[in-house]
């Protein structure tokens, strides 16, 4: 089986920026404002075992995804314990965030 292409095909970027309705999936800011173009991110990263799926694929700004890269984890600064970043496949937004 050869190796999966780094490139996200043009149709299924195309279908992840609608789904998102064209704003980052994580911080809300829409491409249009931003000076950066927007990123396709590997909610599990490829690096560890994420694959190119439209389940798995979350439109971010330039800024989140550099920020997340290939993390899936941080520390709660407040309790100090390891938790799980957020998943916009699987959580929602505004519950998360409040
Ligand atoms: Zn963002």
Known sequence: MPPE?????PNLRREVAQRANQLCEYCRCPAEFSADSFTIDHIQPRQLGGV???ENLAWACFGCNGRKH???????????????????????????FS
């Open 70 to 96: 290939i993390k899936t984890t941080c520390v709660d600064p407040s309790t100090g314990e390891s938790v799980a970043l957020f998943n916009p496949r699987q959580q929602n937004w505004h519950e998360h």
């Open 5 to 9: 292409s780094k490139r996200v095909p």
């Open 52 to 54: 190119t799926t439209l």
